[in-house]
């Protein structure tokens, strides 16, 4: 094999390229966590003074570089995958050699670039959980109990999936569960004692647990169990060079390992089914088990190398033109003409008008799941809701065509709460979509909206700024409102 320097030098180069051709698009899964930041930069505190329904590090991590977008959030990705890639190379080198372990990192670098951009590009929680799990289990494995717990227990404060990272590091522990679970304990010790000095504990609870408890409960899917498998399907298809080498792993082996790592798996599996959506990003999970073990398995199948080493192309060809194309689009300095990013693309006009406008002291308001305006404009917020899914009882993945709520006195408070704020800017970029939930249907919203008139629209956004004088009507404020949403809404930039 190569040099490990020229190998990993190769590898950050193809992590650092593809990440920046998305340098000028945000991915809904990091939209939230970067107007939570923004928020943060502006001196607000987490959970107490504006609604984030994610972990706390989900959205602490976008600090280390301002909360910016643009080509430093692209290199941030590019670099915590690659540092994900390393930790991966440590944990195969150490149980085999170092020519597993140069093939597990290029391997992982490998499937987080050729896959479907929603789910690969976004440093976002179910990318953002990879290192410390990782981490985790490669310290579990070394005996080093208290510090896998820790690992852990940081990578719950990432994405509330660690669970299943504990219970794969306690396969290695079954004489120290209480060591672990004081290194697990320790983060969430310190995050509660964070939050109740800062005032904010129980907004942590209702936010993260309370209703991302209702939110896991509560899936979109009609036939949960059939998505799961045509998903699961798709994911093995794009992924059978793993499949294949893993397989091989498990069929010939015969170390200590082999059990350990077919059960982590199955937790891995577990944490990818729970909340029955099987969203691209959730098989994030089982990527450093099933690429340790193809790892292995392709180094003991001799004869069968360059068929694995085939089946990489079928990712590649089918992911591998889309940089190709952003590449040249942001050489043309034109934009992407793209479904996918179309709501984004959007989003960037609408800010753009937003801050022709602003003067300083203005703040914002978002209706809909739009929070990449808070990134691109860094508006503080006018309100603690960032976006209306506690205002609706509608959540993100499906309000572009339901308007069933849940809890619905609890969002009625939520919308009182609102009608007593008074942001400078109103920005509905939902109504155009589904009717059924303009802000003007709501009764507690209607004299609210009246100290507002329309000052712009794009394609799919409606901006609104405060009157200086009320008037006593909304007849002016929605007269251009449609009744019916586009023949053909763009698709929202999520890796459902």
Not at 214 to 227: D, K, M
Not at 342 to 354: F, L, P, W
Not at 440 to 459: F, H, I
Request: aromatic content about 14%; hydrophobic content about 50%.
């Amino acid at each position: 094999m190569k040099s490990p320097r020229v190998v990993f030098g190769l590898l950050l180069l193809m992590l650092l390229a593809t990440r920046l051709c998305h340098v000028g698009i945000l991915w809904a899964e990091e939209d939230l966590p970067l107007a939570a930041a923004v928020q943060m930069v502006h001196g607000k505190s987490l959970y107490r003074d504006f609604w984030f329904d994610k972990p706390p590090l989900t959205a602490a991590v976008n600090l280390m570089w301002g909360a910016h977008t643009g080509w430093i959030l692209r290199i941030a990705g590019a670099l915590w995958v690659f540092a994900a890639c390393l930790l991966l190379n440590e944990f195969a080198s150490k149980l085999w050699g170092r020519r597993e372990g140069l093939t597990a990192a290029c391997a992982l670098g490998f499937f987080l670039t050729f896959g479907i951009p929603a789910a690969v590009i976004p440093l976002a929680a179910d990318l953002l959980m990879l290192v410390p799990h990782i981490a985790a289990v490669y310290l579990a494995w070394r005996g080093r109990m208290f510090w896998s717990g820790l690992a852990a227990g940081i990578a719950m404060l990432f994405n509330s999936k660690a669970v299943f990272v504990l219970a794969a590091c306690a396969l290695w522990a079954p004489r120290s569960l209480l060591v672990l679970a004081a290194g697990f304990a320790l983060p969430h010790l310190a995050a509660i004692a964070w939050f109740g000095a800062h005032g904010a504990l129980p907004a942590y609870y209702e936010q993260v647990w309370k209703w991302g408890g209702i939110y896991a409960r509560n899936t979109f899917v009609e036939q949960p169990l059939l998505n799961g498998l045509r998903r699961t399907a798709n994911w093995v298809g794009f992924h059978a060079a793993l499949l294949a080498g893993a397989a091989w792993f498990w069929l010939r082996d015969r170390s200590p390992e082999r059990l350990r790592f077919a059960l982590w798996a199955a937790f891995s599996l577990a944490a990818v089914a729970a909340g029955w959506r099987f969203f691209p990003r959730y098989y994030f999970q089982l990527l450093p088990v099933m690429t340790l073990a193809a790892a292995r398995g392709f180094w003991t199948l001799r004869p069968g190398r360059v068929a694995l080493v085939l089946l990489l192309l079928i990712p590649m060809v089918r992911f591998g033109p889309r940089y190709a194309q952003l590449a040249q689009d942001l050489t043309a300095g034109r934009p992407p003409e793209w479904r996918d990013v179309a709501m984004n693309r959007d989003s960037r006009e609408a800010s753009e008008i937003i801050l022709r406008m602003a003067r300083p002291g203005d703040t914002l308001f978002v209706w809909g799941f739009r929070p990449d305006l808070f990134a691109y404009t860094r508006l503080p917020a006018g309100t603690r809701f960032l976006e209306c899914q506690p205002l609706t009882g509608v959540f993100a993945d499906r309000h572009l065509a339901q308007s069933a709520p849940l809890e619905p006195e609890w969002t009625r408070r939520n919308r009182r709460e609102l009608a007593a704020t008074r942001p400078a800017f109103v920005v509905d970029g939902l109504s155009l979509f589904n009717p059924a939930l303009s802000m003007q249907n709501y009764e507690e919203l209607r004299s609210w909206l009246a100290g507002y008139e329309e000052a712009g629209r794009t394609r799919h956004t409606i901006i609104y700024r405060r009157r200086a004088t009320s008037p006593s009507s909304t007849a002016r404020v929605f007269r251009e409102t449609p009744t019916s949403p586009p023949a053909r809404p763009p698709r929202a930039n999520s890796s459902s």
